[in-house]
């Protein structure tokens, strides 16, 4: 990945829920974030490692 985005493993992310909501979350690899259409948030991907903090969540339009 050119753009120094880590790749994430596929299984990790299948066990990840929503911290607030415990809904699924989608994977964008465009913008490393971890979407939580339930609660309206994208938690953000750091050096491969999800940040699950909803203070540290980027609210969604």
Not at 3 to 26: N, W
């Amino acid at each position: 990945m050119s753009d120094g985005a880590v790749p994430i493993d596929r299984r990790m992310l299948e066990a990840l829920v929503c911290p607030l909501t415990h809904a699924p979350l989608s994977y964008d690899a465009e913008r490393q974030e971890l979407v939580s259409k339930a609660a309206h948030l994208a938690y953000p991907i750091r050096g491969g490692i999800p940040i699950m903090l909803e203070s540290e969540a980027r609210a969604l339009e």
